[in-house]
């Protein structure tokens, strides 16, 4: 039997009531050249049985059964059965739009240096979506270029894990997905950007991504705020840009909030050599000894600092943009958004 074109790794686990349309987006794929592989990682509901009802019709689908110890596993387990070399992910609550296949597949051919490419996706619920996940949503599906989604992979996950599809070499090479206290996507991201590896997104929404209360990134604590701030922490204190100029590090933004989440970095052995803000209330106070200016403070100072922005509000961060650039410092390079 010949390989097929690409490899689909879809775990589930008690998803009975959505997968039967997923599976449906997937069969009906425009490149049907494919082989589905439906992990079960320990269901207890009809789920497998609409698997395994998929796989008599149509023998591009697998069903596979894991141990049940969880989706890093699951996930491994695909990578390591997959007969392709190009793997898309997906998600068993999701849906794919019929050409993403094909065109994915195109771009990475064509492309053959890119280890990861997403796609823009349109979020849907049962339920009327939650503002924090339709901003998500939409701060997402703006970081389309590979430069936007370099600068800004500290300030969230710039790709919806069940958009992508991924070179299995690369991933491979990588070490595959990682056990662990942090979201397995948002560190495989991390952990191939520090690589060099190349990270990208078509700007077609590809992907209808289901929003729901269960969503694992509400109720697992691998998901939490917490365990984000470590992750990029540690990231961060291996990133070249910030080990290039450890000591001109400088933060924006003076407040309690700011200082918690910076504290994840600061006690891995970085001190910053100011702390920026715009309220006068703060200014001339000191941080550990460091001062607290305003921005004008960073025009004369040369070789210039690197500035870690971690103001969160999507409002404020553009306004700092702007002052950024009016100062001349270039986003990616003189200075990086930090969640």
């Known amino acids: ?13 008690d998803a009975g009531t959505t997968l039967g349309a997923c599976l449906e987006s997937i069969a009906t794929q425009t490149l049907g050249d494919f082989e589905c592989l439906c992990i079960d990682d320990g269901s207890s509901d009809g789920g497998p049985d609409l698997v395994a009802a998929a ?11 894991s141990p049940g ?7 491994n387990l695909g990578l390591g059965r997959a007969r392709t070399e190009l793997v898309a992910r997906m998600d068993a609550d999701d849906l794919m739009h019929p050409k993403r296949l094909a065109l994915q597949h195109a771009a990475m051919r064509h492309d053959p240096e890119l280890s990861v490419l997403g796609s823009l996706v349109h979020a849907f619920s049962e339920h009327p979506l939650t503002a924090g ?3 998500y949503v939409e701060w997402q599906n703006g970081r389309r270029s590979e430069q936007d989604i370099a600068s800004d992979i500290y300030l969230e996950s710039p790709l919806a894990h069940p958009s992508v599809m991924l070179r299995r070499k690369h991933v491979l090479a990588a070490g595959g997905y990682r056990h662990g206290p942090f979201p397995e996507d948002y560190e495989l991201w991390l952990r191939l950007h520090q690589r060099g590896a190349r990270l ?3 700007p077609r929404i590809l992907l209808q991504w289901r929003d729901h209360p269960s969503r694992l990134t509400r109720v697992d604590p691998r998901c939490a705020r917490r365990a984000f701030d470590r992750l990029r922490a540690a990231y961060l204190a291996a990133e070249p840009r910030l080990l290039a100029r450890r000591d001109r590090l400088v933060i924006w933004g003076a407040g309690r909030r700011t200082r918690q989440r910076a504290h994840h970095l600061l006690e891995r052995g970085f001190s910053p050599v100011a702390w920026i803000d715009i309220d006068p209330r703060k200014l001339g106070n000191r941080i550990d000894g460091a001062p607290v200016v305003g921005p004008e403070w960073l025009r ?6 690197l500035v870690l922005v971690y103001v969160a509000s999507h ?8 002052e950024l650039a009016r100062l ?5 390079v003189d200075y990086l958004h930090v969640g």
Request: glycine letters at 8%; proline letters at 7%; hydrophobic letters at 40%.
């Open 328 to 332: 001349d410092y270039c986003k990616g």
């Open 133 to 135: 996940f339709a901003a």
């Open 315 to 322: 409002g404020a961060r553009g306004l700092i943009e702007a």
């Open 1 to 13: 039997m010949s390989d097929p074109a690409v490899s689909i790794l879809m775990p589930f686990r």
């Open 55 to 65: 796989q008599r019709r149509d023998g591009r689908f697998r069903h596979i059964r």
């Open 300 to 305: 004369q100072r040369r070789p210039k600092p």
């Open 69 to 75: 110890t969880g989706l890093v596993s699951a996930l």
């Open 200 to 202: 990208a997104k078509l």
